[in-house]
């Protein structure tokens, strides 16, 4: 019986112990990310001690400077604003669309940046590299000729669907960026809970697969913006697949 | 007769003893899986993002508005002036002449002057379907994005069928100049030519206005189609996205 009662506390231990680990493995990823951020995108020039309301100019012009990079481009570009809480689509300069965000989150790794490092990381458009979505960024609907006059169908409309969708977005960015955009007051239907689900299947097992080696999962800066549902969807479809965006916190 | 008794007392018991042993087993696997899917589901993510938190904050929260009032030094200034100087970089972007938007997803169109807003409504664009004729003619009916210009304006515009139309009526594909190939009306009033066969026309549609329904053109409204036929002048830019 004492045996037994040793063998579960030592089993207990052991799991107590793994868990422990992973938990602190979790927490040190945040951390290592903004020190590898920091030393990655370190200024050794740029002196930190500077005023709040000087830093802000130069966020500014940071994003001035990516937007402007943008111009290059002849495809829609993304930028988004969250100082001035807008998403807009650019092509050329010319503002094709404006979106208010109606609710923002972001990493909490980016205010624990050096000023320096915040600058450089932000100073050149991100490049998206992989996406998901909860509708087809294009769908073709196939459509066969008719034989003949009679088989000929008469023209018709596709209703839009918009309002049984649940509009919701993840772009994948270079430098570990992650955006996350979706509709306003999200309809919670099967198509949301398979995207949540999703996100969250690819964390889990990023982090399962992280811990279990033993190492500290690295961690991916994000933003999660809520938008109208049509603006979103425009957004989505209007942005080419390996599109440009520029962020402005 | 006495231990055949006790025999079956000692395998009832261990009997007992084995089920109880797998309940509890199966209480602590099942405690321990729990335990494994909270952490899992709850902690770890919890942990992850809550470690930034050890970390001190290093930026300031004050809006840029709020901060712009309190500038002074030359430092300032000049980095208002850089700042001033890009934006005006990318405000020279704006074409000279008016310029339309056309929004494909929404299929609405915006016709702009400079920043200001002239006129809005709903257009028709591409209906994104692949018509297939056997198994080597395909055509595809989307309306073409990025910056486009207007190649040439016409009144009264007649639409040369192109071969698709007659494929999608099921139709024989009648000769190039065919008299069966051209149609007077159907266009609308006025026609704006965007290159490669795609057009800013009027329609005999109207009550598909808003929906994407064309193949490939850009269908206007007959109001809307005179205004933006008597603003946009040749070579002005069409934006579709």
Not at chain 1, 70 to 85: E, F, G, H, P, R
Not at chain 2, 103 to 130: A, P, V
Not at chain 2, 191 to 204: C, K, N, P
Request: one cysteine or more.
């Amino acid at each position: 019986m004492k045996i037994r009662i040793i063998i579960l506390f030592v089993f207990f231990g052991l799991i107590i112990a793994v868990l422990g680990t992973f938990t602190v493995l979790s927490i040190l990823s945040p951390i290592k990310a903004i020190k590898n951020l920091n030393q990655t995108y370190y200024d050794t020039a740029y002196l930190e001690d500077g005023t709040d309301e000087y830093f802000i100019l130069e966020k500014e012009e940071v994003f001035l400077k990516a937007k402007t990079k943008m111009l290059n481009s002849d495809s829609v570009c993304l930028v988004i604003n969250l100082a001035d809480s807008t998403v807009t689509l650019e092509l050329q300069g010319v503002m094709l669309l404006k979106s208010r965000i109606d609710y923002m989150q972001s990493s909490k790794i980016f205010k624990r940046l050096r000023r320096s490092s915040y600058l450089e990381y932000f100073s050149t458009p991100f490049n998206i590299e992989t996406d998901f979505s909860t509708f087809p960024k294009e769908a073709f609907i196939i459509k066969q000729a008719p034989k003949d006059t009679t088989e000929t169908a008469p023209p018709v409309a596709k209703p839009d669907s918009i309002n049984k969708e649940a509009i919701c977005f993840n772009l994948y960015l270079d430098r570990n960026f992650r955006i996350d955009i979706r509709q306003v007051d999200t309809l919670k239907n099967e198509q949301y809970k398979e995207y949540d689900k999703r996100l969250r299947k690819q964390k889990i097992s990023y982090l399962i697969q992280s811990l279990l080696e033993f190492k500290v999962p690295e961690y991916h800066p994000w933003i999660r913006i809520d938008i109208p549902a049509s603006e979103a969807k425009s957004i989505f479809k209007a942005i080419p697949y390996h599109g440009q965006v520029a962020i402005k916190l | 007769m006495f231990s055949a008794l006790t025999r079956e007392r000692y395998n009832a018991s261990k009997e007992f003893r084995i089920t109880v042993n797998i309940v509890t087993g199966t209480v602590i696997m099942i405690a321990i899986l729990l335990i494994f899917y909270a952490f899992v589901i709850f902690v770890f993510p919890a942990a992850l993002e809550g470690g930034a938190n050890l970390m001190p904050v290093t930026q300031p929260e004050s809006s840029a508005m709020a901060a712009l009032d309190s500038l002074s030094s030359n430092e300032l200034k000049e980095k208002e002036k850089k700042l001033f100087s890009l934006q005006k970089q990318l405000d020279k972007q704006l074409p000279k002449t008016p310029y339309l938007i056309v929004n494909t997803t929404q299929n609405k169109f915006f016709l702009y002057s400079g920043k200001k807003l002239m006129r809005e409504g709903i257009c028709s664009t591409g209906s994104y379907t692949l018509l297939v004729k056997g198994e080597e003619q395909k055509w595809i009916f989307r309306t073409p994005k990025g910056i486009f210009k207007i190649r040439e304006k016409k009144t009264a515009p007649v639409w040369k069928k192109p071969d698709w139309a007659f494929v999608e009526e099921g139709l024989p594909i009648p000769s190039p100049n065919h008299p069966s190939r051209f149609e007077y009306g159907t266009l609308g009033d006025y026609a704006l030519s965007l290159g490669d066969g795609y057009m800013i026309h009027g329609t005999l549609y109207q009550r598909f206005l808003g929906m994407p329904v064309t193949h490939g053109c850009i269908r206007l409204g007959d109001a809307d189609l005179e205004v933006v036929y008597k603003t946009l002048s040749a070579g002005a830019k069409v934006f579709i996205y």
